[in-house]
């Protein structure tokens, strides 16, 4: 399977540890903004990343490559079956994407991403603002992250996923977990940082990550 996007993503991330999770074999792809390649802008009619070729079956979104590839490949589960579970689920994913996702990526356009990589600027108000908006998020979570097992209970869930992803880019940005502050979070993570999937795509990602936190420093 082809997974166009860049790991620094959040939500390309995510698609590359479900994929891992199952065993699926997949390699990355270039695209995104600033990527105007053919291929990529089939796949992702919307222009951003992730997308996949899976096959020759194109599809954009996280969320929805993840429903797709729960589906297809459904050892082991990660979008539970059960009512209840599967809208939790659901819920935690949107999370991430939208409020979480929404505070942090203001921050990590405006400081990383426009101004060192694509070389398009920033605009610092954007930034500061993601800011003051981000410890809401980060507070909630931690006021519900359990203190052992899961986000849904015993069972490793795209919750977890799409959270702890969202939790990883924030590094990129001196936004990460906070040990100290939030120490519920912190063990969570762990726990999901020590998983092997995790940790084979952390591997794949950790040379290029170094490179970017350079940038970010300089
Ligand atoms: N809901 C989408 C969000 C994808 C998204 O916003 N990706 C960002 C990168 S982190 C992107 O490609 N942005 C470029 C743009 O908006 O033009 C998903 O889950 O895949």
């Known amino acids: 399977m082809k997974l166009y996007g860049a790991m620094i993503s959040p939500f390309v991330r995510k698609v590359a540890v479900v994929a891992t999770e199952k065993g699926i074999s997949w390699e990355l792809a ?48 990660l979008i539970p079956e059960d009512p209840r579970g599967r809208g939790r689920a659901m819920f935690y994913d949107e999370f991430a994407d939208t409020v ?60 977890d996923i799409s959270v702890a992803s969202l939790f990883r880019t924030l590094a990129y940005i001196r936004h990460g977990v906070d040990a100290e502050a939030r120490p519920k979070t912190a063990a969570w993570f762990g726990r999901v940082a020590a998983r092997p999937a995790w940790a084979k795509v952390a591997e794949m990602e950790d040379a290029v990550a170094q490179r970017i936190m350079a940038l970010a420093d300089a």
């Open 30 to 77: 270039r695209g995104g903004p600033g990527v105007p390649d053919p291929d990529f802008l089939a796949a992702s009619p919307l222009g951003k990343i992730p997308a996949i070729d899976d096959d020759g079956f194109t599809l954009a979104d996280s969320s929805a490559i993840a429903t797709y590839l729960d589906a297809k490949y459904p050892e082991p589960r």
């Open 100 to 159: 979480l996702g929404a505070a942090g990526l203001k921050i990590l356009f405006n400081r990383l991403v426009g101004p060192k990589l694509l070389k398009v600027g920033g605009d610092e108000a954007l930034a500061l603002q993601g800011e003051a908006e981000l410890p809401r998020w980060t507070n909630w979570f931690e006021s519900v992250v359990p203190e052992t097992g899961w986000l849904l209970g015993d069972t490793f869930t795209i919750a």
